[in-house]
């Protein structure tokens, strides 16, 4: 990852004339460049890791400000998210719901970062913060582990009307009680027509048995 502050790096040689694009690039690189030896994949033309964990996935995305400056400023804001692969198949399936993200949290010390000068030492540090974080607070190894966590700590954080849908997919017994708790972020709409889908899957599961 420290291959990226090479003699003849932007990351190295960046001055008043650097386009702040070109940093921001540059940056992100090495920091997909270092979560790919951890088993995410890094895309570049929307800069990004991912890694996966049976049905869920971390996102963690990469986005620039549109105030950034040559020679002062060259912002990067960090998103992590979880989302679930079913998901995304499930609401086209069903026609229901947004999408596959069903936590998006925003509490942390790292999420925005001015990166205009920063030395690997910086680099370094800031890895350590979002490594941490993701040991902490993204842990999805266990899905159901992770799936059982946000439910007992009703985070705010959780993405409501994504959530109850995927409680709806997986059967989930706890749906009617979130949905409850939840009267903000779950329409009358959404409730009516996931009510009408469980009901559907319990029919069609009493048939089979």
């Given at each position: ?141 266990d899905n159901k582990k992770f799936i059982d ?61």
């Amino acid at each position: 990852m420290t291959t990226f502050w090479t003699e003849n790096s932007i990351l190295t040689n960046q001055n008043e004339t650097t386009p702040p694009g070109e940093i921001f690039d540059e940056f992100c690189q090495a920091i997909g460049y270092y979560y790919q030896q951890k088993g995410y994949k890094y895309t570049r033309s929307r800069p990004k890791v991912k890694i996966e964990s049976r049905d869920l996935f971390v996102e963690i995305n990469f986005w620039s400000s549109r105030s950034n400056m040559a020679g002062s400023s060259v912002g990067l804001e960090i998103l992590p998210y979880v989302g679930s692969k079913k998901l995304k198949k499930w609401i086209k399936t069903n026609k229901t719901g947004r999408n596959e993200y069903i936590y998006g949290p925003t509490k942390y010390d790292f999420r925005f970062q001015n990166i205009y000068g920063a030395t690997v030492d910086f680099f370094l540090d800031l890895i350590l913060k979002i490594d941490k974080y993701i040991a902490e607070q993204l842990d999805i190894a266990d899905n159901k582990k992770f799936i059982d966590k946000l439910l007992t700590e009703n985070s705010n954080e959780i993405i409501t009307d994504n959530f109850a849908c995927y409680l709806a997919m997986n059967n989930d017994l706890r749906l009617q009680e979130f949905i409850e708790s939840h009267p903000d972020g779950v329409s009358s709409e959404l409730v009516a027509k996931l009510k009408e889908l469980t009901q559907e899957d319990r029919e069609s599961a009493n048939r089979e048995t």
